[in-house]
């Protein structure tokens, strides 16, 4: 695509960046106890907490991924953001009060409140530590698809300035310099994508100068040697929209007829909006391979309607699928994102950083409200990019940015340094959850290692610095994959090793730390066992035709929640009903410092 840099975009990219490093500076030249590095003392406010919340949760997978599913695929990429959402109510009802009352600022801590078990600790940092990490690898995939149109570098480039930039935040204040990096960014992300949605709104629908025909399938495509166009190979890439837009006045993704015979709609309401992409025939692109091994993009049109269903992407073919094998994928992935919520450690240990269980009930309202606003505002982003012929083909989780600047750089601008600043809260709280597992959990409990507060808040830094330099790796190597399917991983993940132990311990009284360790053992390996020799891995990480990724796999489906999650719950009470001699009384709790 025409990535083109943007002196104005480098600019609020450069002064956001120093903003934020210049306040984690100056936060973290105070003082600090290892409750102050690690949970804020436990006073942040709970309205302030529950942006931080938004900004924490609305990771690259929300903004870039989720608006990008939808533009390439209509309403299947929407499923993710219900399921992100619907994953609250389980964090509010049943997880958020009675987490806070433990007192600690651990999952760890958490789990191990009733029991002295350095298995424990050590079972539950390692679940904290691996889920942080596959949640990592998209954040950081997002943040090298935003280099290419802001700053003109490489994807690789993208990598290392955010992970370097997240770990100077984490290595300076730690969690106070994180809560306000992710207040300040769910703000201005639902600030300004509602303008972008106001935007859109007002620009309504539109046909492109000439259709573009059926005739064209092999017109645009890409092999290692660069674009060719007509059979006649390009210098660039990123002459390739160039080439679209003077044939046609429209790049990737347009409307190709309108109802009742209308060129331009003009301002639309948000309803009038969907009703009227709902009658409209949009000119979609599907990815193929000519037989010379080129990479090919063919129009294809498709009713608006037909892209309003469910059923359109490859993540959700189950859904119009009559094999049960398929409906499973679909239904394990919805469920993966609707208890994985609850499970995720960098999510738990917000809840840390109020002072009292109330606290933490209204901070998880705020974060709801948040997060609600703007999964709405994503299903008109997504349908906007899909029709306003700016998008990459090669990039769905470029969308949004490129349809920012359908109308002008500024806000192209804008939109850029807020999706950085999405990476940038979101990667600060995972590497904040796995620095608390190594230098709390592991050093302190496991190992029995003797440190003062001042040795856990340089053992945390220097733990911060190690997983920076660990996601730098894994954003560069899946460069090529959708954020948000990335992220479909790790919450099946922590779905399967986390929320059987942490529902039954609050509300079974029989649990033992035997049945714990159980639990979280084998949903823990059980789900990446099963992800890694799904069809889905064969063909997106080992390069596996799907074909051959679908004979090859060794499960029927993907996605494996639905197996997993009643397999952690049914060990975990096997276990225990076995060793419930043993259970000790509840401790009191020693407090955050």
Known sequence: ????TSILAVSIFAAFVLGVLGL????GSRPQSAGGYFVAHGQVGWFVNGVAFAGDYLSAASFLGICGMIAFFGYDGF?????????????????????KRLGKYTLADALNSKFNSRGLK?????STLVISLFYLVPQMVGAGALVKPLLGLPHWAGVVMVGGAVTGIVATAGMVSTTWVQFIKGTMLVVFCALLMFLILERGFSLPNTPIGQDEVQSYRKDAS?????GSPLSAENQLDT???AAHGVGFGSIAQLPDGVRATGPLGPIAFIETFSKSTVTTWKKGTDAAGATTFTPVERKGADLLLPGSSPTFKGVRDDRIASKLDFLSLMLALFLGTASLPHILIRYYTVKDAAAARKSTVVGIGVIGVFYIITLYLGLGAMTSGALDPTDSNMSAPLLARTFGNTLFAVISAVAFTTVLGTVSGLIMAGAGAVAHDLLCDVFKMELSDREQVRAGKLVAVALGLIAIVFGVLFEKMNVTFLVGWAFNVAASANLPALVMLLFWKRTTKQGIIAAMSIGLVGSLAWILVSADTLEKIYGFSAADAASRALVPFSQPAIVTVPLGFLTLIVVSIFTSTGITKPQ???GIA
């Open 588 to 590: 009191t709790s020693p």
């Open 122 to 126: 050590l079972v539950a940092a390692i």
């Open 79 to 99: 499923l993710y953001s219900i399921g992100y959402l619907a994953g609250w109510i389980v964090a509010l009802f049943v997880i958020a009060e009675p987490v």
């Open 243 to 245: 080439k679209l837009r």
């Open 24 to 27: 984690s500076v100056w936060l």
């Open 1 to 4: 695509m025409n990535y083109e």
């Open 226 to 230: 660069g674009v060719i166009v007509n």
